[in-house]
């Protein structure tokens, strides 16, 4: 687990992406947002409690162009995350969460007592890093080549062939297969088709694919 998490500033609002929390704790993303979703549930059952006040629904831009869901956590939105996770995990998430938060706000503080233009100066390489910060994640979000989908696209066709030799399965029995394994493919990893995938999680789709078995 990487001890590194950015937080960011939007709106005078000290957030954490995410994307973020879910690489920092070794979680797909997309159960991450499963879980931030029934978060939600739960606090929209209470009048008094604000959701925005914990987690911020918003959208990023694959390589694909396609747009996908995630969330800004803000601080309570960690402590909620935290208070559901166990072990080394658990207490590693809250460290860097809390240490990164802190130190947000006493930047923050600071800032506020420097000049105008020093300030201006400050939000200028601010905007910068940040710049650069997402070009890097959207290159790790770069969808998979034309010759990486065909790769795919053939050991699929190889694995469920396995499959339907070994169980000695008809042709009915072969259409269901292929139809299970695109299914869980895109639950797996959270994408409308093998095409989207992301170039990162190529070589763990591939080991994904030659251990697939369906479901009984």
Not at 65 to 91: D, F, I, P, R, S
Not at 96 to 121: H, I, K, R, W
Not at 158 to 167: A, D, S, W
Not at 184 to 197: C, G, H, M, Q
Request: charged content about 25%; hydrophobic content about 35%; proline content about 1%.
């Amino acid at each position: 687990m990487e001890n590194n998490l950015q937080v960011i500033e939007q709106n005078g609002q000290l957030l954490v992406d995410s994307r973020e929390v879910a690489e920092m704790v070794d979680k797909r993303h997309a159960d991450l947002v499963r879980s931030i979703e029934s978060y939600l549930v739960v606090i929209g059952q209470n009048a008094k409690l604000r959701s925005d006040d914990f987690f911020i629904e918003s959208t990023y831009q694959a390589g694909t162009g396609k747009l996908y869901k995630h969330y800004l956590l803000t601080k309570q939105g960690c402590e909620m995350v935290a208070n559901k996770m166990t072990g080394e995990k658990g207490v590693l998430f809250t460290a860097a969460y809390v240490t990164q938060f802190n130190e947000m706000e006493q930047n923050l503080q600071s800032f506020s007592n420097l000049s105008p233009q020093l300030q201006q100066m400050i939000r200028l390489e601010q905007r910068q890093n940040e710049t650069d910060q997402r070009i890097g994640k959207l290159e790790n979000n770069l969808g998979i080549n034309a010759y990486q989908q065909t790769v795919i696209q053939k050991r699929i066709n190889k694995r469920v062939y396995e499959l339907v030799e070994r169980y000695g399965e008809d042709s009915e029995g072969k259409r269901r297969m292929f139809s299970s394994i695109h299914r869980n493919f895109r639950d797996a990893f959270a994408v409308p088709t093998y095409k989207d995938l992301r170039k990162l999680d190529f070589e763990e789709a591939i080991s994904w694919i030659g251990t697939w078995r369906p479901l009984i």
